[in-house]
């Protein structure tokens, strides 16, 4: 369960890249040949036996450019000028790409994102976990633009002018970009984010407003609006009537998720529907969800694909979150438990059940970074094991997995370092065998790689 995702710039992804930093940096442009993409979508060179991880850089390619970063055992540079495009190079669609973090992949073919994401995790298998699949699933894609159903975007006032951005951070900076508009944004999101910012820039409370999150559902889009002040009666009908000009529902927050309320009392729940399984699922508009709606469906259908249910089984759901697969598995299972450590969603999950007449589908609050070997849930023989844990993996969790001795694993995966990492403990250690592993394309057009994998007993 990828609980953040791509959306703001990190700087690369590089180990120790803001740890250990020489103060000078040489302002002379350098030539050099592009030899591969590094895990992050930077392109990699080596300059005087030093490898060098360069921003706009393709595979085959020889660029021109400027070092941002000297470090012990590598630098970091962005590009200046393509002197030689790779075959692979496309012009990005968004005007904005050169400056904008919300993509950083745009100017690499769809198709070359999604061998790239292929190569990485099976190179994050092997180097980092000593292991291979033994089949390599098909990868699957989807739409490739206005996908994104939920990302937070940041707010800034321009100085010393009644003028405010909103939009992802700057790719080399944590300023906001200034954004005409975003093509991966769902609903035509992105072509509203100008009157987005001249709402906040209308509103008395503009100023205390540092981000707004949209969250979209099958039939209805929120936008959240974070504030440190709350909203007048002004504010609030001037929200009330941007909402309700574009059909969006409106809520404020003022602290944690707990505080999120919309300012129509009587707006619905958002959801989406799985169709294939007959599920739908509401959710609050700061849940967690997965971004692209399209993907999520199909990567459920993989998900049971693998964990192939006949009807009889009983299946454990770590990292449940509102249910998403865990629903979607009750259809076809015998019992379904699922296991969450946020008690919000865990609520939420059971009422989604109820609301789908799954009663044999039950959830569970549990620290399954810290794991109670004596939790309740743990007392039960599971058939299949389901995990979706964040980027940080499952490390913790995995001694009790094994405990249990399910003749199946399932796992998905939003990070391929910490899937290679566990892989190695289920393989090497708990007598497992990687049957198979492949990508989705969750997130188009950035780097970041959501898998799934089949673990059975050897």
């Known amino acids: 369960m990828n609980r953040t995702g791509p959306g703001r710039a990190s700087g690369g992804g590089v180990p120790g890249a803001s740890r250990v930093r020489h103060r000078r940096v040489a302002p002379e442009p350098v030539v050099a040949e592009v030899e591969r993409l590094a895990g992050d979508g930077r392109g990699v060179a080596r300059v005087g036996g030093k490898t060098v991880f360069v921003d706009g850089a393709l595979p085959g390619e020889t660029v021109r450019f400027v070092y941002c970063a000297r470090h012990r055992n590598f630098d970091e540079a962005r590009t200046l000028e393509v002197i030689r495009a790779g075959p692979e190079r496309v012009a990005p669609r968004c005007p904005h790409f050169d400056v904008c973090g919300g993509c950083n992949l745009q100017h690499l073919s769809p198709q070359a994102q999604l061998r790239h994401k292929q190569d990485h995790l099976l190179e994050s298998l092997r180097r980092t976990g000593g292991v291979e699949p033994a089949e390599v699933f098909e990868p699957l894609r989807g739409p490739e633009w206005g996908y994104r159903h939920k990302a937070q975007i940041g707010v800034s006032h321009v100085a010393g002018k009644a003028r405010v951005r909103v939009g992802f951070r700057e790719r080399h900076s944590s300023k906001v970009a ?21 709402l906040i820039a209308s509103l008395e409370i503009g100023r205390r407003i540092p981000r707004v999150e949209i969250a ?3 039939t209805e889009t ?59 699922i509401a959710f609050a508009p700061t849940d967690f969800i997965q971004v692209n709606a399209v993907m999520n469906r199909r990567l459920v259908t993989r998900v049971l694909e693998l964990l192939a249910l006949s009807g009889g089984e009983r299946v454990l759901d770590l990292f449940c979150g509102l249910g998403n697969f865990t629903l979607a598995a009750a259809r076809h299972a015998a019992e379904v438990t699922g296991v969450e450590g946020l008690p919000g969603l865990v609520e939420r999950a059971r009422a989604n059940a109820r609301a789908n007449g799954l009663d044999h589908a039950r959830f569970h609050v549990a620290d399954l970074t810290a794991p109670d070997p004596r939790a309740p849930w743990l007392a039960a023989d599971y058939d299949r094991v389901l995990l979706d844990p964040p980027r940080s993996g499952a490390r913790e969790v995995l001694p009790l997995i094994g405990r249990l001795g399910a003749p199946s694993i399932v796992y998905v995966s939003c990070h391929p370092a910490t899937l290679a990492r566990d892989a190695a403990v289920l393989v090497h250690e708990m007598g497992y065998r990687l049957t198979g592993a492949g990508v989705l394309d969750m997130f188009p057009h950035t780097a970041h790689v959501e898998s799934a994998a089949l673990f059975e007993c050897a």
């Open 178 to 198: 200034d954004l005409a508009g975003c093509e991966v944004l769902a609903r035509g999101l992105g072509a509203r984010l100008p009157e987005l910012a001249a």
């Open 216 to 218: 979209a559902g099958d």
């Open 222 to 280: 929120a936008l959240v609006f974070r504030h440190l002040a709350p909203p007048g009666e002004g504010d609030r009908a001037r929200l009330l009537a941007f909402g309700a000009e574009h059909g969006l529902r409106i809520f404020v927050q003022s602290g944690g998720a707990d505080t999120v309320r919309p300012l129509d009392e009587g707006a619905s729940r958002l959801h989406y529907r799985l169709p294939e399984q007959d599920v739908e």
